[in-house]
T-cell receptor, first 108, second 114 residues
Framework: DQQVKQNSPSLSVQEGRISILNCDYT??????FLWYKKYPAEGPTFLIS?????DKNEDGRFTVFLNKSAKHLSLHIVPSQPGDSAVYFC???????FGTGTRLTIIP | DGGITQSPKYLFRKEGQNVTLSCEQN?????MYWYRQDPGQGLRLIYY???????QKGDIAEGYSVSREKKESFPLTVTSAQKNPTAFYLC?????????????FGSGTQLSVL
């Protein structure tokens, strides 16, 4: 049973535009959510997180929105840059349950 | 320079052979984890350890074994009982096991079957 889902396996966005990556979860006990970015043949690196007591957290070009009633979170990247091309994972829970990832490609 | 070191970067296993993947961290973290990544799938938890001499099975522990004799080290053995071992293996650590602690990952080991 997939507790964390990323339904879009891939996304292509023009450079300079907004990238929106989505994540849904089923476990209402999750209180903390994280986004990781991963390049090929490397380990994921932490990008941004959000606690369930907030509905938005911003860090530079990256903003994460949380909608607890819908059990949905999204990552916004504005403006998108070529170096943002990577696989993005959302994760939640004490031992981190990961989504299947979304491959983001920024088109120059 | 603090971090997590995984070795080797590439590893090949023959049928019926056990192989061990190394993971060392110098971040002074209590918790360590092993994940497996398959193409098109997320990271799935194999084993985790909250403290020295203690470890717990994750979601896909069958065919794997671990040890945690030192805080810095959490080696993973892929046994011959693991019938589909080809995957990218990632080791991670965190300060402790609390939900809001972010994980730091190593650079991974690609295991392939000959």
């Amino acid at each position: 049973d997939q507790q964390v889902k990323q339904n879009s396996p891939s996304l292509s966005v023009q450079e300079g535009r907004i990238s929106i990556l989505n994540c849904d979860y089923t476990n209402s006990m999750f209180d903390y959510f994280l986004w990781y970015k991963k390049y090929p043949a490397e380990g994921p690196t932490f990008l941004i997180s959000i606690s369930s007591i907030k509905d938005k957290n911003e860090d530079g070009r990256f903003t994460v929105f949380l909608n607890k009633s819908a059990k949905h979170l999204s990552l916004h990247i504005v403006p998108s840059q070529p170096g943002d091309s990577a696989v993005y994972f959302c994760a939640a829970g004490e031992k981190l349950t990961f989504g299947t990832g979304t491959r983001l490609t920024i088109i120059p | 320079d603090g971090g997590i070191t995984q070795s080797p970067k590439y590893l090949f296993r023959k049928e019926g052979q056990n192989v061990t993947l190394s993971c060392e961290q110098n971040l002074n973290h209590d918790a360590m984890y092993w994940y497996r990544q398959d193409p098109g799938q997320g990271l799935r938890l194999i084993y985790y350890s909250q403290i020295v001499n203690d470890f717990q099975k994750g979601d896909i522990a069958e065919g794997y074994s671990v040890s945690r004799e030192k805080k810095e080290s959490f080696p993973l053995t892929v046994t011959s009982a693991q019938k589909n071992p080809t995957a990218f293996y990632l080791c991670a650590s965190s300060i402790d096991l609390r939900e809001n602690e972010k994980l730091f990952f190593g650079s991974g080991t690609q295991l392939s079957v000959l």
